[in-house]
């Protein structure tokens, strides 16, 4: 879940004329709008819909209800991870705060159902394990956070997080059962495509599992923020660079990334849900790529089918096309692909006779190739003293 923050001065005119405004103004201030809703088509989607009646599940480091982009429109769920935090400790709600808002940016009539499923130092490597072993336990704080929403009123699910490990570790049974969970439910589940484009470009999960929307994050002139991770799962892109959002200890402050990208694109779909109530999670990821502001060599990894466009979606929405994803009963001939009980995920441990041989047959082989290698490089110039190649640490988690 690591995001870039570009420290901004806010200005104080919206905060203090708060102070001083009629009582018939609502308790809420707007989070201020910048490129992005240009960018998105705000003004125009924002007069077709505006939200009402939908609820956006944000599931991230909490969202501080009190602020005032939030308040009186989040709702606080419980909190999965249960690592001691609470609210108003400065290192809960940081990341989440800031995504609730931006789902409110773009829907502001909607309602945020705000879950705690990851804190603010998921990039920490000793978190990160202790995530892993979770895992590994069958215990993942996302698969709880994903059912808890669908079970208490989400219309749509916003993961503006994910894993960034190049070798697909991070995968989850738990956590791809929990989406599948949702899109039966009618619930469309999106995440952040991640944030490690410059470095590793590793496979992300939630943005990897089937019938996510993945997101992917644009810079002002359109073309694809140089941290947005570039991957086959990419599905759309929305703005991701300077993303004025709301600060859990007060304030705004710009915020790069995909997770920014993926709160804005929820809020898209709330505009569009409120629009139309009956839209299946394939008719909105239908709409959404139909609808974008598509680049001229067609989709790409890069951003995948192209910029949202907000009002052309929301336009779309009340006409959607047809939901031909229904299941349909199979008719074939019965196939067991684990007659042995053997999970799908995971596979059985190698006969120890078989791996210890091979090691030592290995081991040897590499004694041979060293060996070899010292002999031809003999008569060489020896690399500069200090030169290290040292192998790169676990991904973090992005957003």
């Not at 998105?40 to 982009?69: C, I, K, W």
């Not at 042995?340 to 190698?350: A, F, I, R, S």
Request: charged share 15%; proline share 7%; net charge negative.
């Amino acid at each position: 879940m690591t995001f870039q923050t570009v420290r901004a001065t806010c200005t104080a005119i919206a905060l203090a004329g708060l102070c001083c405004t009629l009582a018939t103004v609502p308790a809420h201030a707007d989070t201020p709008v910048g490129w992005e809703g240009q960018a998105l088509g705000l003004s125009a989607a924002q007069q077709l819909s505006q939200g009402a009646g939908v609820t956006v599940a944000v599931l991230d480091t909490g969202a501080e209800a009190d602020h005032p982009a939030l308040k009186g429109r989040v709702t606080t769920g419980p909190d999965f991870l249960k690592d001691g935090l609470q609210s108003g400790d400065p290192e809960w709600g940081g990341h989440g705060t800031a995504m609730a808002s931006d789902v409110l940016k773009v829907a502001p009539k909607a309602k945020v159902l705000s879950v705690r499923v990851i804190n603010d130092e998921e990039d920490d490597e000793t978190t990160y394990q202790e995530l892993q072993e979770l895992r590994k336990l069958g215990k993942s704080p996302i698969a709880e956070g994903i059912h808890y929403a669908v079970d208490h009123g989400a219309d749509v699910i916003s993961m503006s997080l994910g894993s960034a490990d190049s070798w697909g570790a991070d995968y989850s049974g738990e956590e791809t059962s929990a989406v599948a969970y949702a899109l039966e439910k009618g619930v469309p589940v999106l995440a952040s495509a991640g944030n490690a484009g410059d470095e590793f470009n590793g496979t992300s999960y939630p943005a990897g599992y089937a019938g996510v929307i993945a997101v992917a994050a644009t810079q002002q002139n359109g073309e694809r923020a140089d941290f947005s991770t570039v991957h086959t799962y990419n599905d759309v892109a929305a703005p991701g660079v300077a993303i004025m959002s709301a600060r859990n200890t007060g304030g705004y402050e710009a915020v790069n990334g995909t997770s920014p990208a993926c709160a804005l694109a929820a809020g898209v779909v709330a505009l569009m849900y409120a629009k139309n109530p009956d839209l299946t999670p394939a008719q909105v990821n239908n709409i959404l790529i139909a609808t974008t502001n598509r680049p001229p060599e067609g989709s790409s990894p890069l951003l995948g089918y192209g910029a949202i466009d907000a009002a052309a979606a929301v336009a779309a929405a009340a006409s959607p096309p047809k939901d031909e994803t229904a299941p349909i009963a199979h008719k074939g001939k019965e196939h067991l692909a684990t007659p042995d009980g053997t999970p799908k995920t995971t596979h059985p441990d190698l006969e120890q006779g078989l791996w210890t041989t091979g090691l030592a047959a290995a081991g040897t082989g590499l004694a041979l190739l060293a060996g070899g290698a010292l002999l031809i490089r003999s008569g060489r110039r020896q690399p500069p003293a200090g030169t290290v190649n040292m192998p790169p640490p676990p991904g973090p988690y992005t957003g």
